[in-house]
Each structure stands twice: as structure tokens, then as C-alpha cells.
């Protein structure tokens, strides 16, 4: 077995430390960039073997997405673009925790339950985020692959979405697109472009949208990508990487938090403004008003344009399409009323990450998903593309249901069904305000958010929490959700839920009420309940006010 004499030596570069645990989360792993030499090199020998058994192309990202610049992280990207498969989250996890001694053992464990043709042919696509450490941690990952005799393609810097849609391209042999960087801004940009023409005299003020890229991967993106948009779109690029911290005190994360705009950016009046996160795929909007006050469309606000605008183009058109959104218990209670009610969209609400939303998006013709910190995408089913392109081919079709249809059939082409992006659902943002005729405002007064607040409150173990009802309800530890339940009717239009983090020992607090001090005070309440009920660590939670 040569090649895993070659394992052998070439892990000897990558050396674990020892009795360092990581568990591969949501986001894949994440720490300190100094802790993950050998997680990369081990990440590079699984993607080889899951492209072998796939017999497909498979990806690794090194990136740490929001997180501080001194941390780093890696996902694997399955062949239709998609996250990887529970199953290999696991390998992952035992993979990356196994002693140096052991390595072998492990991986022979892994080619054995999953019957590994050793002989097919790998290949892995590597790209990587803007951070220091991206660069050794990216060689690492190219250094496992190449030890286990697979093929690598390294694309240097990319966003996180865009090295999703390069799997998917090449995974469907070209019909996604091209497996290039220029194919992407080519694809989204003439999308783009057309569906802009259906906007009626919009002026260059219109046209205009301030860009936050949080000092990141997604500031290099839009610069590369201006030229493809033949000045449809005029972007103002503030916290481009030049000077600031990636992700220091802006970004999509920042904002969403914060409530407040991202520093080193002037706001003016009305004008529209979004961030990206660190690896730009996520993305939020805002503006300050004409008294200065500031206002957020999270990703629940990106979910209601999109769905609105999809679901009176399928009307326009005729096309009897199931189309729903899906949210998590995060969604802001006044968007998922709005949907129901006034829209009479179907709501679905699932567990938090995105891989529970992409999941039960895939049930729907058209699924629309997207998590309130923007985290989102639109995904057609195979039987509605086609149905979309058969109309929008139709020759003898008059001219309403005809326009709708090339608007449907542009819309598929700009969104990356992939993952969400930050870059591709700007451009789809952007053409359906220019199509309305909206401005960020009018956008904005579509529904009133419940005022809200998250906090998160340290415990000794996140795993005493264990929650159920698409993480609305808490099942342990005994008598938590009684006490969130009496706590909540102390207040109009509440609701409140606690749940663990996916990746640090917090449990995270949403609460929402009638007024911002009834959610801080609910909040607080709940918050205190967790630290005394759930093992709370460090000092009791402090009011807020």
C-alpha cells in the first residue's frame, strides 16, 4: 500500500497536537488559524475519498467566514455544490481528532465502511478566503490530496460561494456553467443586465449602491466583477481590504448585531447600503432615514422582496408552481405573519443552519430560504426550470405571461442555487427594486419587524440544552421551557427560545415583543433562567438597561 507510505510521510509535516478535539460543525471546523495545519492536511485525504466514491469532483473551502482574522476554517463542498453529507461530517470529526499514531488506522476505518476503489481517479477544487494564514493552511489542505494520489485544481482567493458553484459546474459538466471565475461574473452579470432592461428609466442615483466588503474576500470579488456590469450598477466599495481588519467592526455580522452601520462608511440619507460577511455569502441592507435613524433589512426582509416578486411573476405567467420560503425560529415574527397572511406564501420553518433550510427548500418548486443573519438562495426545481424555459421559448405566447416568463428565466440565472451569495443575491436585489420601482424605504414599510434582542449566556456544557419544534421548544434541562413560557406572558406579541450554539459553549436567547424594552427585558429574563437552570458560568447575566 505505497500510497499510504506516502500518508505516513507527509503527515509527519502536519503533525497533530496532542489531545486537541475539534468537531466539525455547521460551518464546518473553526479556531485559531494556529491549531488547523493538521485538519487541513487531513481534510485534503477525506475529499480525496469522497471524490472517489462520488466519482466527482469535490471541494474544500479554508475560510472562517465572519470570524476574527486571526482564526481560520475549512468545509468540504459535496459534487452538486452542496455541503457535505452528514455521514463524511462524521469521518471528518474522527478523522480530524484521531493521534498522529492513529491516522492511518482512521482512514483505513473510512475506505473500509464506505468500500473505497482506491484506484478511481480523485479530483478536489481548493480555494481560499483573504486571511493571513489562508495560504499555508490552502498547501496543507493540496499537500492531503496530493498524498493520497489525487488530482487538485487550486483557485486561490474565491469566495465561498463562488468555489460552490465551480463544484457544481464542473460536476454537471458545464451545463451549471463554466468552472471559472470569469464564467461566474459572466453568467450573473448578462442575467443581470437583461433583467435590469425591464426596469423603466432608472436614474444613475437609482443605480447607485454603497457596498460594505466587511475587508474581505467579497471586496476583491466586486472590484474584479464591476467591468461585467456595463454601468447597470454603480457601486461605491467602502472597507475594501486595503487598510482595515477583515471583519473588524464591519461586515454583515457586525451590522446585524450591532444595529448600526459599519465603520469607515458615510451614510446619506435613503441611500441603499449591504455588507457582506468575511467569505461573502452572506449579505444584509440597510439606510438611515432623514432623522438619521438607522434600519436593517436582515435576511427575512431578503426572503419577502424575492418571494413577492417571484410569486407575481408565476401569476403574470401562469404557471402553477409551489413556491414557498423557509425560515428558522430566528425569522422575525411580523415576516412569517406577512407571508402567510397577506402573501398566503407557504412558511416552513425549520432547525438553524443552512443546510436544514437548503434541505426542506429542495421539497418545493421553488424554495426560498434564508436565515435573518442573510444567509440565503432560491432553489427551482428540475420539473420548474423546465416548465420556466419551455413558456419563455413559446413563440405564440402574448406579451404579459411572455415578459414574465424571460424575467423567471433571467432570475434563475443570476441566483446561485448552490449556497447562498452575497454577490449573486445583491444582483438579484438590486434588479428587483429597479423592476418595482422601489426604494430601499418603500422595501423596508413592506411589514414592521417586532423589536427583538439575542443575547448569549455562558454554560459549563451547550449539550444540557436539547430543544425541539424546529428548535422553537426546549426539552431539557427539566423546567427551562416552563419558565421561558411564563416569562413570555408577561408581554404583548411575545415569544421567546433559547438553543445551543453550534459551535462555542453558549446558549443564544431571541426574544421579541411589542416594544425594544419589553424584548431586552424578556431577553434578560430568559437569559438569567438559562444561567441558573442550564450550568451558567462567569457572573449572572446583567440587565441591559
Same mark, same amino acid.
Given at each position: ?7 505516513? &510521510?507527509?503527515?509527519?509535516?502536519? %503533525?497533530k497536537?496532542?489531545?486537541?478535539? =475539534? ?12 491549531? =488547523? ?25 479554508? $475560510?472562517a ?9 475549512v ?32 482512514l483505513k476505518?473510512?475506505?473500509? &465502511?464506505?468500500a /473505497? ?13 483573504t ?14 490530496? #496530493?498524498?493520497?494520489?489525487? *488530482?487538485?485544481?487550486?483557485?486561490g482567493? /474565491?469566495?465561498t460561494?463562488?468555489? *460552490?458553484y ?9 451545463k ?6 470569469e ?10 443586465i437583461?433583467?435590469?432592461?425591464n ?5 444613475d442615483?437609482q443605480?447607485?449602491?454603497?457596498? +460594505?466588503?466587511?475587508?474581505g474576500?467579497?471586496a ?10 456595463k ?23 457586525f ?7 459599519? $465603520? ?13 460577511d468575511?467569505?461573502?455569502d452572506?449579505?444584509?441592507?440597510y439606510?438611515? +432615514? ?6 436593517l ?13 417571484? &410569486?407575481e411573476? =408565476? ?9 414557498? @420560503? ?7 415574527? #411580523? ?10 406564501v407557504?412558511v ?27 444567509h440565503?438562495?432560491?432553489l427551482?426545481?428540475k420539473a420548474?426550470?423546465e416548465?420556466?424555459?419551455?413558456? !419563455? ?8 405571461k ?5 424575467l ?12 447562498? +451569495? ?21 422595501w423596508? !414599510?413592506?411589514?414592521?419587524?417586532? %423589536? ?6 455562558? @454554560? #459549563? ?8 419544534? !424546529? ?7 427539566a423546567?427551562?421551557q ?5 416569562? @413570555?406572558?408577561?408581554?404583548? &406579541?411575545?415569544r421567546?427560545?433559547?438553543?445551543p #450554539? ?11 415583543a411589542? $416594544? ?10 430568559v ?9 451558567? @458560568?462567569g ?7
Amino acid at each position: 500500500m505505497s500510497e499510504f507510505q506516502e500518508v505516513s &510521510k507527509q503527515s509527519g509535516f502536519h %503533525p497533530k497536537p496532542a489531545g486537541l478535539v =475539534l468537531q466539525y460543525g455547521t460551518a464546518g471546523f473553526r479556531t485559531n488559524a494556529n491549531q =488547523l495545519d493538521h485538519i487541513m492536511f487531513r481534510m485534503g485525504l477525506l475529499a480525496t475519498l469522497r471524490s472517489k466514491t462520488t466519482k466527482a469532483t469535490i471541494g474544500v473551502m479554508v $475560510t472562517a467566514s465572519h470570524n476574527p482574522e486571526e482564526d481560520n476554517g475549512v468545509k468540504l463542498v459535496d459534487p452538486m455544490g452542496e455541503m457535505v453529507s452528514p455521514t463524511w461530517e462524521v469521518y471528518a470529526t474522527q478523522l480530524a481528532n484521531a493521534e498522529q499514531e492513529d491516522l492511518l488506522a482512521a482512514l483505513k476505518d473510512i475506505i473500509e &465502511k464506505e468500500a /473505497v476503489n482506491m484506484s478511481q481517479e480523485a479530483k478536489v477544487f481548493v480555494g481560499k478566503d483573504t486571511r493571513g494564514s489562508s495560504a499555508r493552511l490552502s498547501q496543507a489542505v493540496l499537500d492531503g490530496v #496530493s498524498a493520497l494520489g489525487g *488530482h487538485s485544481k487550486d483557485y486561490g482567493l /474565491v469566495t465561498t460561494p463562488q468555489l *460552490h458553484y465551480m463544484v457544481c459546474c464542473q460536476n454537471t459538466q458545464g451545463k451549471y456553467g463554466e468552472a471559472t471565475v470569469e464564467g461566474y461574473y459572466t453568467k450573473l452579470c448578462q442575467a443581470f443586465i437583461k433583467l435590469s432592461k425591464n426596469a423603466s428609466n432608472c436614474t444613475d442615483d437609482q443605480k447607485h449602491l454603497s457596498v +460594505d466588503g466587511a475587508n474581505g474576500i467579497g471586496a476583491l470579488k466586486v472590484r474584479e466583477m464591476e467591468s461585467h456590469l456595463k454601468k447597470e450598477l454603480h457601486i461605491s466599495l467602502f472597507n475594501d481590504g486595503s487598510e482595515g481588519k477583515l471583519n473588524h467592526q464591519c461586515g454583515a455580522d457586525f451590522v446585524k448585531v450591532q444595529q448600526k452601520p459599519p $465603520t469607515g462608511m458615510e451614510i446619506n440619507p435613503g441611500e441603499r447600503c449591504c455588507s457582506f460577511d468575511g467569505d461573502a455569502d452572506r449579505i444584509v441592507y440597510y439606510y438611515s +432615514d432623514s432623522e438619521g435613524k438607522f434600519h436593517l433589512l436582515d435576511g427575512d426582509k431578503v426572503a419577502t422582496l424575492i418571494s413577492t416578486f417571484l &410569486k407575481e411573476l =408565476l401569476t403574470s405567467a401562469g404557471l402553477d408552481l409551489k413556491i414557498a @420560503v423557509v425560515q428558522t425560529a430566528y425569522a422575525n415574527g #411580523s415576516s412569517t405573519n406577512y407571508l402567510e397572511n397577506t402573501m398566503k406564501v407557504i412558511v416552513r420553518c425549520t432547525k438553524t443552519g443552512v443546510k436544514h433550510l437548503h434541505h426542506a427548500a429542495q421539497e418545493f418548486d421553488i424554495g426560498v430560504y434564508f436565515e435573518a443573519n442573510g444567509h440565503g438562495t432560491v432553489l427551482f426545481s428540475k420539473a420548474a426550470e423546465e416548465k420556466i424555459q419551455q413558456l !419563455a421559448e413559446n413563440s405564440s405566447l402574448i406579451d404579459e405571461k411572455k415578459r414574465a416568463a424571460l424575467l423567471l428565466q433571467n432570475t434563475i440565472n443570476v441566483i446561485n442555487q448552490t449556497v447562498g +451569495d452575497a454577490i449573486s443575491d445583491m444582483l438579484l436585489i438590486e434588479a428587483i427594486l429597479a423592476i418595482k420601482g422601489m426604494t430601499i424605504h418603500q422595501w423596508d !414599510a413592506i411589514y414592521t419587524d417586532l %423589536p427583538n434582542r439575542q443575547l448569549k449566556v455562558k @454554560v #459549563s456544557d451547550r449539550r444540557v440544552i436539547d430543544t425541539t419544534d !424546529a428548535e422553537r421548544r426546549a426539552v431539557s434541562p427539566a423546567g427551562l421551557q416552563e419558565a421561558i413560557d411564563t416569562l @413570555v406572558k408577561k408581554y404583548r &406579541k411575545a415569544r421567546s427560545f433559547v438553543r445551543p #450554539s453550534g459551535t462555542e459553549d453558549v446558549v443564544r436567547v431571541y426574544a421579541e415583543a411589542e $416594544t425594544q424594552d419589553s424584548a431586552d427585558d424578556l431577553a434578560h429574563e430568559v437569559s438569567l433562567a438559562v444561567y441558573r437552570l442550564a450550568g451558567g @458560568v462567569g457572573g449572572e447575566p446583567k440587565p441591559l438597561h
